[in-house]
């Protein structure tokens, strides 16, 4: 269809102004038409497909039927801007603003230190603001509903949740206020000064729903209009059609029976976007009654097949109080089931029959509404037919038995009777948010008064390529009598019914087979403990035991409760140190400020690299990467992409003027490679178009021939096996290992695997380069940690002076580490596109491609042999170390480094030797990542010190105890330093956390339960902070003073979440004693601060800080003499002055940083100035049949010496602590057989989410502390906790243990990481995971590489 083909006006309104489009694109959606057309970016993308919830804006319409207005929060990255006819959209920028009022949730998430690279924060402002149009005093519940869909990368939800739970009614506790003990805790001692807080509640402006944007009375009379018309929208490639009633909309289907109707657009939305599958037409019937009506029978509900997924939801719970139990058990199933689908925003506008019609395997409604014996009513032009939606209805992936010109306008859901019962369940990847891994429907019906099952329908989904149903296991059941007998031989065939082959996609095939047979056990509690409640409501008339439908105790002891894990988060505490008492008030340094660009960031204010407006002419660079592991390139065929409309030019490796390889160390990584590759996702050319779109076709027409390269190298045992390893591979050792593994009383070996981590920052790698258009001069805003590396680089390979580049750095939308080694890559492709064309090119990655291309954290596996006395003491230890490398060196040698410096951790191990070698495989380069190895490495050995106290049968903190450094102490590389901070925060940590009386409580709960298990872990972290490469621990800064007497400091630092320019400030504004507000921070650019270092090694604050005050002193020395001549004068005063005088009033300032090195052939060294110390104490409740888990509550003791900011740390260690939860407990990298990354988005990929919270989650910073070699005697803190998520993984793997010595299994158990409920749940080898045969090795293909 072409864009001149007449259609219809779009109107709808946005932020209460009207908008009117006259060629709306059917492939458009709201959030590019926000973006790019009307260029309201305070909404994000960041990732396209509905699974991050970036992009959330509100959409309200109203009801001409009952005259209401309904809000509800949507993902604008997959809303059809064509959906949008008739609706109300308000972004971010239309609830306040900085400028005129800014509304109460962007200022209490702001202040409540919610937002730190702020990228996810729009999103978050908008699901509470829409929670709060419906609900102005939500519950803590409701809050968390609504946030379930938003991820955030940075600051670890639990001050976005206290911010959100200001707005609670029932929020009475003293932590509603801030920071401190608890006042539920007793911890308070009446005549005690108040402790700090984070925040005051008292501060913020009251919720004034008068004050919201009226609801349009424009779109009110469109609405009520009778005789609406047909509306069609005719785009590029396709057209749009909306009818306005079922006669049109039939007719419509029966002549494009291939067109679909898009409801939700949140199952054709991904695969247009995902699959790139196109549909030249596209029919909405969202216009058409019929499908939203809701009728009740006396048998059950008709509900209209376009309601969306919380309508059917909110109906159910409405009806469910208003009819006996016994008549609504399915009702509360699919409620239950509804709760858990995807995410609010998902929910709210994804359609009950686009749920049934997708026909998804792993669709958590089918199960439920199949064992439920629901039916649906179709219409075609042949006339309406209703069907039942059983095991005939789902025919394969993605078809149902309609016929293609069907529709489905109704979905009958029948009332239960009495004796029937009704369950629900699903296991996920992650709790919330997350398609399931297996999920299920089952209802058994009783003959009246007995435990006969009458009737039985049992369906899973995720067990096949669409819903299927245990028709034999039901055969086992049914006719048979409720008890253990009957329900063994089912579990038996249903072992035999649902099998999968051991290849089947998806992978995790003992697990799922596995959770077949956990959910009919969980089904088989459940129906007892409703038997059960039955009989207690008839003691009365009937005698204990002798009654109907009896259960008696014995079947359900109190072993094997049902009840689900715990869920309700609670305020946590946040303790820290006063400022002194003489510390003036205006000196903000020490103080919990705010991030100094929260308010920007909340209102969507804030500008990142792809929010800049477009310059003149600008072109879009999308990339074409290798979709083979290890090949020669035979041909790159690029006529087809440069005869699509809009596409530019395409780049190639031979239009590179400049060097054409990166170096680093004794290798080269190419930019673009037109020879061989060496990996999937390698970059070969890139397309440059008008539009994003243009180019990103382009990119997919280009034609690439490959002759496939032997042996490719994916796994550490290839790796090992071929000896591909990149050098240097090194080694450490202290006293003598081998003559000490003679001395010991035991020796035991173990083995560990760790999966890498994908960085997941909100905002993809993001850049734009402009040219000047003289002297080859280029302006490069990019979104990276290191602007002087992008500047080098672009001059590089441009081959021109560096002094003609110039890089801008504003903010980065989250970093981690992975904004350095590729950004730098990708920055100069863009640079030789802007080059070749002359134009400005913009270069955004899309999710999938960054996850493809840019690398992760390395997987490492760890062998070990440990040598230790019977009394707990260790005395020698040897470990080996590989870690994946991927393709290309990147800093891998430098991480291996980094792994053998901490392979002592908190531990004095007389005898201690380490190897590491870092793997050159045929996967994606890996990189740095928060921690830089150190998580990877200390993950093993505090797993090895869990095997010895197995062993031993000891505590495994008591092994942790013996071992621990005391007194004057000297580590394996001969550096000498005092471990008594990390001693204080041990026993702090335990007093904190009240281990002693919890440990005894968990061992208690652990014998009345079963199925569920407590585990608890202690585990320190030391950690060595600043560059080993001494070169790199330098900063400058640039600090002017203008004549009003307001001051802009520059530094070298970037920031990216990390609050290092807040820091900055106080430490500026303490120098020059003045307040903050006089102070900018505008950019980091390579014209102000030349030759900077990297901001990584948790050194940012130091490094830069130091620079910033060198700057200040110096400036403020200058102004001495004129504030001598007129003390009381004012800053302004003294300024003016000064530049009368002809006094300088900018400075530089330079800090030269500690001279690091270390020795690897001595073996020793001064690698860090410092260490930062810390310890976690954690708690999980483990559900042993399905692997899911809660952590129950986390106590964090933090030596941050005297924090500069500590709102700003205790940001930074909470965020680091669920980023190591993720990786120790959730995300999982795939790869195929043949090398490619599944995982390429949030969809298969789980970072946490606000379901992963702690539920009490306590953080304290040890007082007293002080640090002579950083600045204020602080610390760097934005690495170190990242290690300590690892204590969720060693709870886990206590409560596993706890589950496996109920069957008698004790000692040491392998359980790798991260600990998913997968492999938690098999670690538990519960009596049905036993049941499982596993797949022989060798014999089958998996689905996923095990690297
Ligand atoms: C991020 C994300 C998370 C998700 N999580 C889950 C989850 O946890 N569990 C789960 O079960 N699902 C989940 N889903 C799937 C989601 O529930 C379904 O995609 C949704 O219900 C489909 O409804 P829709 O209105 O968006 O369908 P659309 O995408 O609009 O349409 C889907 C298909 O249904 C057909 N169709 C729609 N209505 C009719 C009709 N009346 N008659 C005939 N055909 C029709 C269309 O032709 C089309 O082929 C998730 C989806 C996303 C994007
Ligand atoms: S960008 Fe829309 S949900 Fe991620
Ligand atoms: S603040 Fe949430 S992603 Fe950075």
Known sequence: MSPEKEGDTLCFFINGKKVTENHADPETTLLSFLREKLRLTGTKYGCGGGGCGACTVMVSRHQPATKTITHYSVNACLLPLCQLHGAAVTTVEGIGSTKTRIHPVQERIAKAHGSQCGFCTPGMVMSMYALLRNQPQPTMEDITQALAGNLCRCTGYRPIVDGCRTFCQEAECCQVKGGGACCLNGEQTAGEPEPPRLFDKEDFLPLDPTQELIFPPELMLMAEAANPKTLTFHGERVSWVSPASLEELIQLKTSNPKAPLVVGNTNIGPDMKFKGILHPLIISPTRVVELFEVTQTPQGLWVGAGCSLTEVRSLLEKLVPQFPAEETELFRALSRQLGLLGSQQIRNVASLGGNIMSANPNSDLNPVLAAGNCRVSVVSDGGPRQLPLDQDFFVSFGKTLLKPEEILVSVFIPFSRKGEFVGAFRQAPRKESSFSTVTTGMRVLFSEGSRLVQDVSIYFGGMGPTTVSATRTCAALALRSWDDETLSRAYDVLLDELVLPPSAPGGKVEFRRSLTLSFLFKFNLEVLQKLRETVRQKHYMFPPRVCVQNVTTEELPEKMPVRPLPREIQPGLQEFQHVSKDQSDQDPVGRPIMHRSALSQATGEAVYCDDMPPADGELFLALVTSSRAHAKITGLDVREALRLPGVVDVITAKDIPGQRVRKMFDYEEELLTDSEVSCIGQMLCAVVADTRAHAKRGAAAVKVGYEDLPDPVFTF???????????????????????AFETVDQVHEG??????????????????????????????????????????????????????????????????????????????????????TNRAVRCVLERGEDMLITGARHPVLGQYKVGFMNDGRIVAADIQYYANAGNTVDESTLVAEKILLHIDNAYNIPNLRGRAAACRTNLPSNTAFRGFGVPQSIVVVENMLNDVAAVLRRPADQIREINMYRGPSVTHYKFEFSPENLLRCWEECKVKSDYAARRRAADRFNRHNRWKKRGMSVIPIKYGVAFSDGFLNQAGALVHIYKDGSVLVAHGGTEMGQGLHTKMQQVASRELHIPPSKIYISETSTNTVPNTCPSAASFGTDANGMAVKNACETLHQRLEPIRQKNPEGSWENWVQAAFLEKISLSSTGFYRGPDLYMDWDKMEGRPYAYFTYGVSCCEVELDCLTGDYRTVRTDLVMDVGRSVNPSVDIGQIEGAFMQGLGLYTLEELKFSPSGLLYTRGPSQYKIPAVCDVPLAFNVYLLPDSHNPHAIYSSKGIGEPVLFLGSSVFFAIKDAAAAARSECGSVGPFPLDSPATPERACLACASPFTQKIPAGKPGSFQPWALNI
């Open 717 to 739: 045992e290839e790796a090992i096996e071929k000896s591909s390893f990149y050098e240097p591979r090194r080694r450490i050792e202290r006293g003598n290992v081998t003559e």
């Open 751 to 836: 083995e560990f695997r760790m999966g890498g981590q994908e960085h997941f920052y909100m905002e993809t790698q993001s850049m734009l380069v402009v040219p000047v258009g003289e002297e080859t001069e280029f302006n490069a805003y990019v979104s990276t940690q290191w602007p002087t590396l992008i500047q080098d680089a672009i001059a590089e390979t441009l081959s021109i002076p560096s002094n003609r580049v110039t890089c801008h750095v504003k903010r980065v939308g989250g970093a981690f580490g992975g904004k350095v080694m590729k950004t730098s890559i990708l920055a100069c492709i863009t640079a030789v596109a802007v080059w070749k």
